[in-house]
């Protein structure tokens, strides 16, 4: 079994313009020591799903059905306290701006030591101390004895989303969900981020869920590859699956989106035309049908979340024929995009 299933979850919210499907029918699971990568334009409802697995979209307004079982326990239908128990605890969240989820009145230290206390109380405030420059330590901040003592704001941005996951893994976590934890972060900043977390789940063996809106961000970490759109996951698969034989037209144009390095600079970026979709009023049938140069009359029906290549593990969700999408996708210089209507 794995350490975290997901199965038809779905968030809705009522506001006063109409029901908001932000989540609209994702499953997906997490095994202990893996690595998955939830990818997508902001918007796109991967952020919300993962809140929801910490119980952090519970409100009013909110519609949530489903399942979400972590080790053995489904987490929809526990009360808020036990609920605490694994917030922060079995599975912790490192958030998109550290600057805002590090509070700015309270030391470093004090935060990490707070959320240690919180869950282990038998633990000695000295002990907690020592826990807190440890996990500094660790990752990678230098005279983390001095700088425990230091506010958020002292901070620069690399070392303030350093500081977030030592605080997410003080009271090491089963699972660690990075909410775009590169945000806002330079390019030579956003690879130590990458490979400190990556690091820190072979020494640990912990799960991680890597969100994003970047599939070069997902490259060299994830094992696992989801790809939302308009609440929906509409492509699935192993990395090498999802970035040498990807089966959707939204992948292919976020692979196209890619900046790339390697080869001769291109006279314009890369886009996919037009905008999300609204999550209140969502088009017909696929979601991604008005942005897409593919589209045909099936696509007015909801296509499934369905194997329909040879590879065996690899869903999507489109209607066109696989031995089609191998002459409609566009490959030049090695990279996959997205061929514009004729």
Same mark, same amino acid.
């Given at each position: 079994?794995?350490?975290?299933?997901?199965? =038809? %979850?779905?968030?809705?919210? =009522?506001?006063?313009?109409?029901?908001?499907?932000?989540?609209?029918?994702?499953?997906?699971?997490?095994?202990?020591?893996?690595? %998955?990568?939830?990818?997508?334009?902001?918007?796109?409802?991967?952020?919300?799903?993962?809140?929801?697995?910490?119980?952090?979209? &519970?409100?009013?307004?909110?519609?949530?059905?489903?399942?979400?079982?972590?080790?053995?326990? =489904?987490?929809?239908?526990?009360?808020?306290?036990?609920?605490?128990?694994?917030?922060?605890?079995?599975?912790?969240?490192?958030?998109?701006?550290?600057?805002?989820?590090?509070?700015?009145?309270?030391?470093?230290?004090?935060?990490?030591?707070?959320?240690?206390?919180?869950?282990?109380?038998?633990?000695?405030? $000295?002990?907690? &101390?020592?826990?807190?420059?440890?996990? %500094?330590?660790?990752?990678?901040?230098? $005279?983390?004895?001095?700088?425990?003592?230091?506010?958020?704001?002292?901070?620069?941005?690399?070392?303030?989303?350093?500081?977030?996951?030592?605080?997410?893994?003080?009271?090491?976590?089963?699972? /660690?969900?990075?909410?775009?934890?590169?945000?806002?972060?330079?390019?030579?900043?956003?690879?130590?981020?990458?490979? /400190?977390?990556?690091?820190?789940?072979?020494?640990?063996?912990?799960?991680?869920?890597?969100?994003?809106?970047? /599939?070069?961000?997902?490259?060299?970490?994830?094992?696992?590859?989801?790809?939302?759109?308009?609440?929906?996951?509409?492509?699935?698969?192993?990395?090498?699956?999802?970035?040498? $034989?990807?089966?959707?037209?939204?992948?292919?144009?976020?692979?196209?989106?890619?900046?790339?390095?390697?080869?001769?600079?291109?006279?314009?970026?890369?886009?996919?035309?037009?905008?999300?979709?609204?999550?209140?009023?969502?088009?017909?049938? !696929?979601?991604? &049908?008005?942005?897409?140069?593919?589209?045909?009359?099936?696509?007015?029906?909801?296509?499934?979340?369905?194997?329909? !290549?040879?590879?065996?593990?690899?869903?999507?969700? !489109?209607?066109?024929?696989?031995?089609?999408?191998?002459? /409609?996708?566009?490959?030049?210089?090695?990279?996959?995009? %997205?061929?514009?209507?004729?």
């Amino acid at each position: 079994m794995s350490l975290l299933e997901i199965e =038809d %979850l779905a968030v809705h919210f =009522d506001t006063d313009d109409g029901v908001v499907k932000a989540v609209d029918g994702v499953s997906f699971s997490v095994d202990a020591g893996e690595t %998955l990568g939830i990818v997508g334009e902001s918007g796109c409802g991967k952020s919300v799903a993962n809140m929801t697995i910490l119980g952090l979209t &519970r409100a009013p307004n909110a519609k949530i059905s489903g399942r979400i079982s972590f080790d053995g326990r =489904d987490l929809l239908h526990v009360d808020p306290e036990e609920l605490r128990s694994v917030r922060g605890n079995d599975i912790a969240m490192i958030f998109q701006d550290p600057l805002t989820s590090l509070h700015p009145f309270y030391k470093v230290g004090k935060q990490i030591v707070e959320s240690i206390h919180a869950h282990h109380a038998e633990i000695s405030h $000295d002990d907690a &101390r020592r826990r807190a420059v440890e996990m %500094l330590e660790l990752v990678g901040i230098p $005279d983390a004895q001095s700088r425990i003592n230091s506010y958020p704001h002292e901070f620069s941005g690399g070392m303030r989303q350093r500081a977030m996951i030592a605080l997410a893994l003080a009271n090491d976590p089963k699972l /660690l969900i990075a909410d775009e934890p590169t945000t806002a972060l330079d390019v030579t900043i956003q690879a130590q981020i990458l490979r /400190l977390i990556e690091r820190l789940q072979s020494e640990l063996g912990m799960a991680v869920i890597l969100i994003t809106h970047d /599939l070069g961000v997902v490259a060299d970490i994830s094992d696992e590859i989801r790809v939302m759109y308009a609440g929906r996951i509409v492509e699935a698969g192993t990395l090498d699956q999802i970035f040498y $034989d990807p089966q959707h037209p939204y992948t292919w144009g976020l692979l196209g989106s890619i900046t790339r390095v390697d080869l001769p600079r291109a006279s314009r970026l890369a886009q996919i035309t037009g905008q999300p979709p609204s999550l209140i009023q969502a088009p017909q049938g !696929c979601h991604f &049908r008005p942005r897409c140069p593919h589209e045909f009359a099936k696509c007015s029906d909801v296509p499934g979340l369905d194997q329909r !290549c040879d590879d065996p593990g690899h869903l999507d969700r !489109c209607w066109l024929d696989p031995a089609k999408k191998s002459t /409609l996708r566009v490959v030049e210089g090695g990279e996959i995009g %997205l061929e514009p209507a004729a």
